[in-house]
């Protein structure tokens, strides 16, 4: 009896003459390990799977919509996304060289590599926080929330909360009716030269300050009025003019998704000029968000009316005017100019999309990288005690593993979302 109760001992004992982690129901620490692997590569198999559905998405808006891409990735800080890559890529590093650590049972080494893969996971997830953080502030979000308050060229626009930091429209939104109730002016009434770049407006804007009633709603009484005289200068980028400004300035902004085109389809079909509305913006340059007790009251008047020539085959009479050229030269823009003038306006339509789709890649992401922090944690204070070595070091391998496939998704994410125009 007892030679076959040592015998049934020793079938259960196999696996523990090495590490006393090794399960007794496998045949020894190698099936262990093997067995985790494979179970290991399934579960990123699946992972591999889970993200293509994301990529496909992404995909399908690239092919169809160009223009949302080319013109939202300016929106990304670019220096951003390549430190994280540059800090992944390097985690990578010390991941595998902590397998090999555990292999070789070098304790030190083995801690040390997990304290930098963790540090740099760290440094990953503070960095998209910055990034999250200003796209919040500037309410460039996902979906119905997609407000933004600049241009990705870094002009600032209309909103429909018309509560940005630094800026304050003259339009009163309604977020039920989904239309503006006041502060839209149609395009045609105030151009001033419709045959020059930019709007030209001879308005009287002033800031008023209001009572609020007891909801917090603001109110006709004006409490208080201060005219806002300064125009500011027209804006190509957020280079050249932008410094020569004197704040507050104002200025006509157009953004369709605030005050919308009212040229119908059959006006369009026949070639009608549209009738696209514009706002007044006054730009304080300041990091400040005016309360609903600020609106911005703007008056402007009409562009005067072209007398027709009384002879329509006379040349037209050119005034001669002491120190000031008889003619000027238009030079066409460059592709740069015409660049920093498209991301300068306000968004395509469906660039909520693009937001829609990077939230949704790089926080499914970020999901990930915080998962593996606390998987290194585990392994920081399993290494620590000094429950690894050549005979188990399959949590390691199998931590690592993961990490890799972390970074190699971060890879494609950096290019096609921060790179490809």
């Not at 080494?109 to 502030?137: D, M, N, P, Q, R």
């Not at 304050?168 to 149609?186: H, L, R, Y």
């Not at 000027?328 to 823009?333: D, E, F, G, R, V």
């Not at 909520?352 to 998987?375: E, R, S, W």
Request: hydrophobic share 40%; proline share 5%; net charge negative.
């Amino acid at each position: 009896m007892s030679t076959a109760h040592d015998a049934h001992s020793g079938d259960h004992d196999h696996g523990h003459h090495g590490s006393p982690f090794v399960q007794h129901h496998y045949d020894d620490a190698q099936h262990q390990f093997d067995s985790g692997k494979l179970g290991i590569w399934l579960f990123l198999a699946q992972e591999v799977l889970f993200f293509s559905a994301l990529f496909v998405a992404y995909i399908l808006y690239r092919v169809h919509h160009g223009e949302i891409y080319a013109y939202a990735h300016k929106w990304l800080d670019v220096k951003m996304g390549a430190i994280n890559t540059a800090v992944l890529i390097f985690s990578s590093l010390t991941a595998a060289w902590a397998v090999r650590c555990a292999q070789l049972n070098q304790k030190k080494g083995l801690i040390l590599c997990i304290v930098i893969t963790l540090g740099c996971a760290l440094t990953f997830l503070g960095i998209k926080y910055f990034e999250y953080t200003h796209k919040i502030h500037e309410q460039i979000l996902f979906g119905k929330r997609f407000d933004p308050c600049i241009s990705s060229g870094e002009n600032p626009l209309m909103t429909k909360s018309n509560h940005c930091p630094g800026s304050k429209s003259s339009v009163e939104f309604d977020m039920a009716a989904g239309k503006p109730v006041a502060g839209c002016i149609e395009q045609s009434t105030i151009d001033q030269d419709p045959t020059t770049r930019g709007l030209q407006a001879d308005c009287t804007v002033a800031e008023e300050k209001v009572k609020l009633d007891a909801k917090g709603h603001a109110t006709e009484q004006v409490l208080g009025s201060k005219p806002i005289t300064n125009v500011c200068a027209e804006v190509i980028g957020h280079h050249g003019e932008f410094e020569k400004n004197k704040y507050p300035c104002w200025r006509p902004s157009y953004q369709p998704a605030v005050c919308p085109d009212l040229t119908s389809a059959a006006d369009k079909a026949i070639g009608k000029p549209a009738r696209q509305q514009v706002g007044i913006i006054v730009v304080y340059n300041d990091h400040e968000v005016r309360g609903h007790d600020i609106k911005i009251k703007a008056e402007c008047k009409a562009a005067p009316k072209v007398e027709p020539p009384a002879d329509p085959l006379a040349d037209p009479e050119h005034k001669v005017v002491l120190g000031k050229k008889s003619t000027s030269t238009k030079a066409p823009l460059s592709k740069h100019e015409e660049h920093d003038l498209y991301y300068a306006g306000p968004p395509p339509e469906h660039t909520n999309m693009f937001f829609t789709i990077y939230f949704a890649m790089t926080g499914l992401h970020g999901i990930h990288v915080l998962v593996g922090v606390f998987v290194f944690i585990w392994l920081l204070i399993r290494a620590v005690k000094g429950q690894f070595s050549e005979d188990y070091f399959g949590p390691v391998d199998y931590a690592a593993l993961y990490w890799h496939i972390v970074d190699l998704i971060w890879i494609f994410l950096f290019p096609l979302l921060y790179l490809i125009v």
